[in-house]
């Protein structure tokens, strides 16, 4: 007699039981899976000699408003990406950095030893770095995930209001005491995206062309794939186009990372074999929603200059431009080589640092001119703030962009 023939048929509730353990099971290593803490690679405390008394008082963040920034290098960016953290950096916010994986690992190494060695980081423990980092192909979708990722780990970690997108190019005109101070009089939904429905030529050149990054797949990076036929134009959504730099507020992040209806991740999927998804996907996402349309600010905040018709590169920044960007009122600027002298007469006239040190605050010590700016820091100066001229221009601006005549006409058209 075989074995198939001794065994019992299984009754109708053995396979019941079976069916509601193997449920319970797939249930629970769902839920697990949703409720691993994200991780960032190498915390500056696991970098750091044993830790030391901290400082800072443990009863939250006193600053009125927080930002949370992503700083995002690629391969010979490592000396600009520190002047830009140091330039950046206050205690209040957070910033983590993404540098790209097909840098060369001395690079890597050497960005990890900086964050490391300084010891205000450690003390406050708010300079992250992504330690798996992404694969980033210029024009591919692969600079917006690895925003999105971005905005889920900082999400994750700390309370913030908003999140800034920067890269090692970029540079600040303003103090963070400035920028903190411009920004607690507004309301915390907007959005800082600049944006615009008439594609023109981008129809055609964005809008039908199908493409694949194969950094989504590939370990070695490689220019976009072409595929030979195009798409016709979208009806469910409306597409837009603007800046791939923003300022989005917490409310909205969270909307594009767990988003409550499925337009985020249907538009992620579109966007994903899109030329320079990061120029349409949060435009089109926000102009798309009802709950979110009327939140946008039609600006990105940065001074750029760009090249000839059709204006796709930004052009570098010298001394010449450096009064337009002072009387442009806006507290970014790109794009700068590195060490331009441009950068010295910004850190000396509006950032008030000086070589290697971080930029003036009120959580600085101010003990005499000699000082070394910020390498001190004291309890009972967490949560001052000293905001000056660039606070002034910053006001101005925002004024302007919220007026009656700009704000809401100037929304999703």
Known sequence: MSILQLSAAPTPMAIAVRILMISFILTSLLVSLLFVPTHFTKPTTALLP???TAVLPSSGNPYPVTFAYLISASRGDAQKLKRLLLALYHPGNYYLIHLDQAAPRREHREVARFVASEAVFGRVGNVWIVGKPNLVTYRG????????HAISMLLRSARWDWFI?????DYPLVTQDDLIHAFTSLPRDLNF??????LGWKLNKRGKPIIMDPALHRLNKSNIWWATKQRTLPTAFKLYTGSAWTILSRSFAEYCIVGWDNLPRTLLLYYTNFVSSPEGYF???ICNSKVYRNTTVNHD????TWDTPPKQHPRSLGLKDYRLMLLSGRPFARKFKQNDPVLGKI????????RGEFAYGGWCSKD????KTCLVLQSENHGALTPGGGSRRLRAQLKKLLSAQNFSKRQCK
């Open 283 to 285: 435009q089109t996402l």
């Open 347 to 354: 850190d000396r006239e509006l950032l008030r640092r000086r």
């Open 165 to 169: 997108n920067l890269s090692a190019s």
């Open 193 to 198: 995206i600049q944006h615009s429905g008439h």
């Open 141 to 148: 979708p692969t600079m917006l995930s690895t925003t999105l």
């Open 50 to 52: 044993p830790p030391i």
């Open 301 to 304: 905040l940065h001074y750029i």
């Open 368 to 371: 005499s001119e000699t000082r």
